[in-house]
Each structure stands twice: as structure tokens, then as C-alpha cells.
């Protein structure tokens, strides 16, 4: 395959998830105009709920990952379609249970997490109920988009994400003028449902029979697709929030401002990485299955320059607009300046984080989960929460929380890219 042929393929896999993830952003992005607009008190709550929504919506992925995989290399060896009914059918009921027992632990911790804030916990509740009864639904959408993309289908997941944002948003909307800030998770529920029923219904296309047979049959092959791959990455995003309730908590220590703008920052800061969103996508789909060692080596190269190249388009674009970018998030005059420096600083991390996201999808493709788990400890744990601590009690301020960031998705980078280089010379 030439050149030319690898991009027409990373970019017909690629740019239905780009759009479909921008979409996702264009959502978040307003949610946090609401908060900012009408209560830094609301926003900072949303900063401490947020990472534990994101262990609620992101207990799946790693199990997507594994869907993905296997829906990838069924659509190189079609004989393989009874074992994927089985094994998608299997993970969609561990799934389940996982989601029910995240929730309950997610609704302990959140006590305690308040301890302090004893005013703002009803209101945290409130917030997070949405999330923590439909999970269910939260977690079938994932699992639903991931399967498609293994078929080679990513048009159906970007048509589910176009159907379910707008009425995420405009619900969320009405709501929050009719009731406050407690409802916009409910925006969030009937978009996903809406979205479901449409999946299922797309679905139906592939003849499999997820859908239309109740039995489940749990088998070795899904316990070993579990263990090696969907595990450990399940895990890194878990461990991924689970670092940022530890990071505001530091910064909470040197001030409210800085976990309100990280808060913001996070809302806006997926589209830096966006193009590497949806080639790390592509790459799951394109390398699982295919065992030609140059085919790949000329593919994941390819990757890489299709995944970095427009994240420095993109982030030079946004650092001659960091000013009007927080502006644009916050009315809050003090709020603006400290966005400033974040977005001055944290820019430049996302070129390292492109090449990460791309190697590290690599690996998933080639059955290795655990490297995603291993350079999520190295990155969070290793560097950047020591690196924070450090920036606290040194007085560093801002710029050491925000140069912490970057210094740890370098070292990050760096892990991943020796990782995949190993990991492709063992399979020569």
C-alpha cells in the first residue's frame, strides 16, 4: 500500500470520530459557559464532580478498546462473528455490573469529598444523580460506538453523536433555566438514550445476535480479552480521575481560582488533541488484524505525522488567542488572567500528548493493555501529582502547576514511543 493509500485510510476512519468528538466538546464547552456565566461556586462544583462523572463514563472504555479490537479483526476473518456476538454480549453484562458498583462507590466517596463543603453537598448530590442512576445507558452508548468503529463503520457512532449533542444541549438548556444547575446531567441521559435506540437500530445491519438473543454465554476468550487488554486500560481511566480529585485537592490548598480554570481548561483542552482522538481511533481498527510487520511500520509512522501535525496547527492557532479563549469561558475578570498563563503554559504539552495517544493505541491494537495503565502511573503518579506537591510548597504557583502538566506528558511520551518500538521489533 502507498503512501497516499495509508492517509485516505486513517482519515476515512478519522474524521467521523473528529467530528463526532468536536461535537462532544461543543456540548461541554456550553455546559461550562452556563456554570461560568451565572456561579464560580456551581463551577467549582462541577470541577470536583468532574472527575468522578469521568469514572462513571469512562469505566467502559477500556472494554471498548477490546470491542473495538475484536469487531477489527472479524472484519478482516468474518468467521470470527459467532465468538464476537458472545464476547460483545459478555462485555456489555460485566459492564453493567461494573457501572452499578462504581456508582455506589463513587456516591460514598463523594461524602467525604465534601466534608469540608458541608453547604455545597446537597447540591453536589443533585448534580451527580443523573449520573449515577444512568449509568447504564452512559456506558451501552460507549460500548455501542466502539463496536461500529471495529466494523469500519465510524459514520454510524459520529450520526449517534450528532442526534444525541443537540438534544443534550438544548435540553440542558431549558432545564437550567427552569431549575438551576442541578439538572444539566439530565440533558445528558436523554441524549444518550435517543442515541442508543438509534445504534440499536443501525445495528441490526451486521446480523449479529447481541440484540436479539437474552443468553449470554461468558467465555475463556472474553476472560482472556478482559485480562490482557480491556483491564488495564479500564483501570488507566480510572486511575486518570481518580489523580485529578488528589490534584485538586493541591490546588485547592493554593487557591479556588486555579481548580475553577483547570476546570475549565479541561472542557476546552480536548480539542487540542482532537486530531490525535480520532487517528488513535483509526489505528485500533487499521493495525488489529494485520500482521505484516512493514505494512505497519509504514502505517504507524504515518500515525504519527497524520496525529501531530495538525495539534501544532492547532495549539500555535490557540496561543495568539489564549486571551480571547478565557473570555470567552468566564466573565470573571481574575478568572481570565489565570486562564491566560494556563493555556500560555499547558498549550505546548499537546504535541507529546498526540504521539502518546497515538502509541499507546498502537499497543492496544497489537493486544498490549497493559503499557496504557503502566504510562498512566508513570505520567500522573510519577511525575506530575510529585511535580505539584513540589510547585506548592516551593511557591511556584500557577506556572509550576501548569509546568508540572507539561514536564509529565514529555516523560510520558517518551515511555510510550520506547514501549512501542519494543513491542514492534517483538513482532518481526
Known sequence: MYKKD?????????????????????????EGILLSVHSTEELTISSICGPYISIITTVSYGLAISVNVVMA????????????????????????????????????????????????????????VPYLLGNPVILLYSIL?????????????????????PIQVGTAYLLYKLFGF?????????SRITGCVYGILQYNRYNLTVFTHSKVTISRALIQEFVKLAAPISLSKVISPIANVVLNQIMLAMGTNL???????????????????????????????????????????????????????????????????????TADAAMQQAGKVYWTISLWAYPFVAIEMTMTSVLQALGYGFPTLAITIVRLLGVQIPLTYLARYANLGAKGVW???????????????????????GRK
Open 6 to 30: 495509508y492517509a485516505k485510510e486513517i482519515w476515512k476512519l478519522a474524521y467521523p470520530v473528529a467530528l463526532l468528538t468536536l461535537m462532544q466538546r461543543i456540548g461541554s464547552i456550553f
Open 73 to 128: 479483526k472479524i472484519f478482516k476473518n468474518p468467521d470470527r462473528k459467532k465468538d464476537a456476538g458472545d464476547i460483545l454480549k459478555g462485555i456489555l453484562l460485566l459492564t453493567f455490573i461494573l457501572g452499578i458498583l462504581i456508582s455506589v462507590v463513587v456516591s460514598t466517596r463523594l461524602y467525604f469529598e465534601f466534608a469540608d463543603m458541608t453547604n455545597l453537598r446537597k447540591t453536589a448530590y443533585l448534580y451527580m
Open 145 to 165: 460506538i466502539a463496536a461500529f468503529r471495529g466494523l469500519g463503520d465510524s459514520k454510524t457512532g459520529m450520526w449517534m453523536t450528532f442526534i444525541a449533542v
Open 182 to 190: 442541578i439538572v444539566l446531567g439530565y440533558g445528558m441521559i436523554l
Open 259 to 329: 481548580v475553577a480554570v483547570a476546570g475549565l481548561g479541561n472542557r476546552l483542552s480536548l480539542l487540542f488533541y482532537l486530531p490525535a482522538t480520532a487517528v488513535g481511533s483509526a489505528a485500533v481498527t487499521l493495525i488489529a488484524g494485520n500482521n505484516d510487520y512493514k505494512e505497519r511500520k509504514q502505517l504507524i509512522k504515518q500515525l504519527c505525522v497524520t496525529s501531530v501535525l495538525p495539534t501544532i496547527v492547532i495549539i500555535i492557532v490557540a496561543f495568539f488567542v489564549r486571551g480571547q479563549l478565557s473570555q470567552m469561558l
Open 403 to 425: 509546568g508540572a502538566y507539561v514536564v509529565s506528558n514529555v516523560v510520558s511520551m517518551s515511555v510510550s514511543v520506547v514501549w512501542g518500538i519494543k513491542k514492534m521489533k
